[in-house]
């Protein structure tokens, strides 16, 4: 027989250790993007995952490159990051320009800077990949990007509330349905 006072006290302490686990990522994030156009994928993300509003977060940009040496191997291609690219990038707020990252030449298939958005909501990110087309031209990439106020650790801790309640709710309809059906 299953001592439902133990389940609960396990499921209790399950539910309070949950919210203090902040470093798990089981998902992939919530601000990280990839868009492929021609034989280029760009990739973007933010660090943190949600960046807060008037709060400096670090945009992150990746460059690989599909290679496919054969008709055959099409079907197989390979993600190589590039050795340098050209990236500028236009930030855009309720459909305003807000900022532009000027073009640049980057070594490698990672670039980062830190960044600041002033508005919390969403930001639609144009990012531009110079001399990437088949004739050389200006291949642009677009992705959405969130900016949240922060409340720290208290969304974490209501959403588990949430969960642990309905947890015990539905418990409490399975004890007192099976208390129900055994009184005579």
Not at 86 to 112: C, F, K
Not at 154 to 162: D, H, Q, R, T, W
């Amino acid at each position: 027989m299953v001592n439902f006072s133990r389940v609960l006290l396990v499921v209790f302490f399950v539910f309070l250790i949950i919210p203090a686990i902040q470093v798990a990522s089981a998902h992939s994030p919530l601000n990280s993007e990839s868009e492929a156009i021609g034989k280029y994928e760009v990739q973007i993300a933010t660090d943190p995952e949600i960046p807060a509003a008037n709060q400096p977060f670090k945009l992150q940009f990746r460059v690989l490159n599909y290679e496919a040496s054969t008709f055959l191997n099409s079907f197989n291609t390979a993600q190589t990051e590039v050795d340098h690219f050209r990236m500028g990038a236009r930030i855009y707020y309720n459909g305003e320009l807000v900022d532009t990252i000027l073009p640049q030449l980057h070594q490698g298939g990672e670039w980062s800077t830190n960044y600041v958005f002033h508005e919390s909501g969403n930001h639609v990110v144009e990012v531009d990949l110079y001399d990437a087309g088949t004739n050389g031209e200006t291949i642009t990439y677009t992705f959405n990007v969130t900016a949240l106020n922060i409340f720290g650790p208290l969304f974490v801790y209501v959403i588990s509330a949430g969960g642990f309640g309905c947890f015990a709710l539905l418990i409490w309809i399975l004890i007192t349905k099976k208390r129900t059906k055994s009184k005579p």
